[in-house]
T-cell receptor, first 111, second 113 residues
């Protein structure tokens, strides 16, 4: 069965304390892995798409990487405004347009 | 630059009542989606429309119907609401190109009592 698991469920960091969020997946035929940010009371906001193992994408303090079994979202020197829930989702071949989402990591950055 | 607009933002229904959630996008996207988000369950796909004139079931379609009214609009209808349908509902759209992510609306918080 195709699965997407994110860890940890929640993470509290001091401002400037770098860390990583994990998204592990067991799917047959990965077409793409997507990262989103969701602020309270809002819809998710698209961050990155990764297609193949070894690929990396960066945006400000965020860097996403992909291996054959998992993806990491590295947060370097986070600021309080980086506090949000981070979601990953996979798109699988032969499932049409259906994405499968993880349950997210809630990140809190303390000033 | 409205993106994806959902109405209403909040709604309380009694069990057995019906309602329609409205969604419109102004980005000329081909594909539109309805998701529900529940604590600990993540986002789950209810229905989607890959292009104007087509609709398909997602992971949790029971109790819902959809209409792709035109390229811009995709509505979700609850015919007889149940407490299990209490959730936050998100509409999303995307171009259909594999690498493109969703653009989500701001959500509708629905409570069924």
């Amino acid at each position: 069965e195709d699965q997407v698991t994110q860890s940890p469920e929640a993470l509290r960091l001091q401002e400037g304390e770098s860390s990583s969020l994990n998204c592990s997946y067991t799917v047959s035929g990965l077409r793409g892995l997507f990262w989103y940010r969701q602020d309270p009371g809002k819809g998710p906001e698209f961050l990155f798409t990764l297609y193949s193992a070894g690929e990396e994408k960066e945006k400000e303090r965020l860097k996403a990487t992909l291996t054959k079994k998992e993806s990491f979202l590295h947060i370097t020197a986070p600021k309080p405004e980086d506090s949000a829930t981070y979601l990953c989702a996979v798109l699988i071949w032969n499932t049409g347009n259906q994405f499968y989402f993880g349950t997210g990591t809630s990140l809190t950055v303390i000033p | 630059n409205a993106g994806v607009t959902q109405t209403p933002k909040f709604q309380v229904l009694k069990t057995g009542q019906s309602m329609t959630l409205q969604c419109a996008q102004d980005m000329n996207h081909n594909s539109m989606y309805w998701y529900r988000q529940d604590p600990g369950m993540g986002l789950r796909l209810i229905y989607y429309s890959a292009s104007e004139g087509t609709t398909d079931k997602g992971e949790v379609p029971n109790g819902y119907n959809v209409s792709r009214l035109n390229k811009r609009e995709f509505s979700l209808r609850l015919e007889s609401a149940a407490p299990s349908q209490t959730s936050v509902y998100f509409c999303a759209s995307r171009t259909g190109t594999p690498g493109d992510g969703y653009t989500f609306g701001s959500g509708t918080r629905l409570t069924v009592v």
